[in-house]
Nanobody, 121 residues
């Protein structure tokens, strides 16, 4: 079994910063791509940023230059540093990871439970 647990969300004023963390735990053999998604009320879930095992990154146009995704492979953790936050960044943020467990030859995608980020204007 694998668990992804997010932390670091909350309420911040526009222009401020937050740092999200997501820790993966369980019977983990390897973690491939890790990512952050977000979903605002009434909108579809959208990809925010991805990071590969070699730390190659990709960002949505809306956050490029303001958000930074990094990972700590030793701790099975991925972070999202969010700067210059805007009201439109308000959403539930979800961690996603492609993980192979010790009892499987295949990797599967796992999701965290989500964490609220609210930016007041």
């Amino acid at each position: 079994q694998v668990h992804l647990v997010e932390s670091g969300g909350g309420l911040v004023q526009a222009g401020g910063s937050l740092r999200l963390s997501c820790a993966a735990s369980g019977s983990i053999a390897s973690i491939n791509t890790m990512a952050w998604y977000r979903q605002a009320p009434g909108k579809q879930r959208e990809l925010v940023a991805t990071i590969t095992t070699l730390s190659n990154t990709n960002y949505a146009d809306s956050v490029n230059g303001r958000f930074t995704i990094v990972r700590d492979n030793a701790q099975n953790t991925v972070f999202l540093q969010m700067n210059s936050l805007k009201a439109e960044d308000s959403a539930v943020y979800y961690c996603n990871a492609n993980i192979r467990t010790w009892n499987s030859s295949r990797a599967f995608y796992y999701w965290g439970q989500g964490i609220q980020v609210t930016v007041s204007s």
